[in-house]
């Protein structure tokens, strides 16, 4: 099963790379509808791109034609989805019911559940004693690579792209468009799946979508100059103008990432059901392999940090 997350990230940048250029508005609707495609959050950069149709519209009535035709096309791809899943499976959603298997909580009540995300009990539970889920959270090893593990701190590193996410809109860093979907790309899962599959796999996935954002990667698709300075218009963030501590950090999980030279790693956090005796025993964790090493490409295509 091929996984769409490179296909996605690619729409992203192009995305942000057609508005910077104020390429043709139909265009820009065209490849935002792939994205959409690609995978449902895309729907983040369609209120990206309506937010760039807002700015730039010259009245309100321009703006209602725009959305009126513009709109459902920047959605084409999801649409064309849905309908395709009607006719095969007489169900136009079932792509949201497939991820009834992996949730974590289910059958709770709508206000009970809105209650909890507004507030951030799915991030807070995980190192809650009174959750079930605690025992996901209890580091078996006194060693520090359990940082490094996405599991345990998915809910850890939503926040601190969050964070960053706030502090590229304060510094201006980025401009609207870059704010709108950024939040979006971090909004759309928590809202519907991170109470019920528990804030599972949102680092993973949604997270290296922001880094590379504030990695220094402007919108215009070049890496900022060592000079550069963020502008009232935010064309891009700069990691440099971070702290230095903060930097060092994410260098060392990027190298940790793309130039790990085992061929598996043991992961100290894991559920009780697969630990086995021996590993309890020894108060470690579970040894999973890892995939390829990193290839000459994958190093070519760091970020400067």
Known sequence: MAYTEAMFLFLT????????????PVVIAIVVGLATATRPVGVALAVGFVWHLAAHAPNRRVLALRLLTLGPLACWGLLAYMASLAIDFGDPLAFVKAQDPFKQRTGTPVLERLLALVTLEPIRSFYDSRSPLMGWGVPSS?????????????????????????LGGFKRWLNGVELVISAGL???????????QDMQSMAAKHGPLQFRRLAGLSCDGTVARRDSRPSG????????????????????????????PVSSVVVPFATPSHLTQESRDRGSGV???????????????????
């Open 13 to 24: 940048a192009l995305t942000l790379l057609a508005i910077q250029r104020k390429w043709n």
């Open 186 to 196: 971090l909004a759309i899962p928590y809202a519907s799946i991170g109470y019920e």
């Open 287 to 305: 040894e999973f392999p890892m995939r390829r090493s990193a290839s000459p490409h994958d190093a070519a295509a760091r970020v400067s940090l």
């Open 142 to 166: 006194t060693s520090l690579a359990w940082l490094f593990s996405l599991r345990p701190v998915n809910s850890v590193v939503f926040l601190a792209f969050l964070g960053l996410i706030v």
């Open 233 to 260: 218009h935010g064309t891009g963030g700069d990691l440099r103008l971070l702290p230095r501590v903060v930097r060092r950090a994410l260098r060392r999980l990027v190298h940790l990432h793309l130039d790990h």
